[in-house]
């Protein structure tokens, strides 16, 4: 497939897996030809939800009727909620009620949540058929939608049942981010800062400069622009790390700033629309950095640095600004049924602007005191 002048593709290398995430604003019009190479029959099941198909799916019916590509789809709730086996179980029947065969293809469409739900269907359904992911959102096309990650939520946690199943391609098209509401984008933007805070500070320090014009709800060509690098940069620091830690034994784990804490408040809130996973992302990442503060492993300068940067452009970044009741211990419970937890220790990825790195062992009085005092700021 050709590039045009306004298409940037970056490519994930994985050996026989690899594949390419293509971005360009308005792909989701012309998507026929960037998915004819990977179809082996001319037909898709489309997995989606409510508002996306609400908002999106007329241009996608669109142009796969416009390339003859057969195309059935399959809707959903919107929602956090539909990440569980109570969806993904009547999702696999209708699948196959639909006739799917191994040669088919199933076309994730929407978030984070379509994107890791449509992922492990397409992992279990016929012992595996192909997929590919056209993220709709600004946090799934920076991060969920790349890498294979699939999976759902259980009452014992996030994520805690999936698998490790890599998309045929990744098709992003900037424009559908102008639908979204403010709070989705501020959600998706913060998986986008934390890519500046693992291991590039050049890249923050340029947030901090554009960051808001990210942000704004408007369609000028400079919020596009902005955007559009940002989303690219974000893919091509996430696909340099799963090439290298497909499976997450090492520096993927990386990718995990912020979630140890903020898995725990998304559990606590039910994982519904109280707390958003960016959200909760964005606190857990001001937690990693006061608790890197109080262990040494960070100035607290650079703590304060990206506090100001998240409230800048909107973002919550303590647990006092949630409306829940709960406590430190509570917290330390659920974050004790992360999925990193190895010998019945709890992986935090701790470290200042740039410098982000594992650990384990981590005094858990200390957590505890960030926790609380997160918990009770202001």
Not at 319 to 325: D, R, V
Request: aromatic share 6%; hydrophobic share 40%; charged share 25%.
């Amino acid at each position: 497939m050709p590039d045009s002048p306004n298409r940037e593709t970056v490519a994930l290398e994985l050996g026989p897996r690899s594949y390419d995430i293509v971005i360009e604003a308005g792909l989701l019009d012309n998507i026929g030809p960037a998915l004819t190479p990977l179809l082996k029959n001319r037909r898709v099941f489309v997995v989606t939800e409510e508002t996306v198909m609400h908002h999106q799916g007329t241009r996608l019916q669109q142009a796969l009727e416009r390339d003859k590509i057969d195309s059935r789809f399959f809707t959903l709730n919107a929602g956090e909620a539909t990440k569980s086996f109570t969806h993904l179980e009547p999702l696999v029947s209708d699948l196959l009620k639909s006739g799917i065969e191994r040669n088919d293809v199933i076309v994730a469409f929407g978030g984070g949540v379509i994107g890791d739900l449509a992922g492990f269907a397409a992992s279990i359904v016929l012992r595996g058929v192909d997929f590919v992911q056209v993220p709709t959102t600004l946090l799934a096309q920076v991060d969920s939608s790349v890498g294979g990650k699939t999976g759902i939520n259980t009452p014992e946690g996030k994520n805690l049942a999936g698998a490790f199943y890599q998309p045929k391609g990744v098709f992003i098209d900037t424009d559908t981010l102008q639908t979204l509401r403010r709070r989705e984008l501020l959600a998706g933007y913060a998986e986008v800062v934390k890519y500046g805070v693992i291991d590039d500070p050049v890249f923050f320090a340029w947030l901090e400069d554009h960051g808001q014009t990210m942000v704004a709800l408007d369609n000028s060509p400079e919020v596009e622009a902005v955007r559009a690098k940002a989303i690219a940069h974000s893919c091509r620091a996430k696909a340099r790390v799963v090439a290298e830690d497909e499976l997450e034994t090492g520096r993927r784990a990386l990718l995990n700033l912020g979630h140890t804490f903020g898995h725990a408040l998304e559990a606590e809130c039910g994982y519904g629309d109280q707390l958003l996973h960016g959200e909760a992302v964005a606190i857990g990442m001001v937690m990693a950095l006061e608790t890197s503060a109080r262990m040494g492993l960070a100035s607290h300068e650079d703590c304060s640095r990206l506090t100001h940067h998240l409230q800048s452009v909107g973002l919550k970044t303590a647990a006092s600004e949630i409306e829940m009741t709960t406590d430190a211990d509570r917290l330390l419970g659920h974050m004790h049924k992360d999925k990193k937890v190895e010998a019945g220790m709890i992986g935090f990825v701790l470290g200042g602007i740039g410098t982000a790195a594992v650990h384990r062992g981590v005094d858990l009085e200390i957590v505890r005191a960030v926790l609380h005092d997160s918990l009770t700021t202001g």
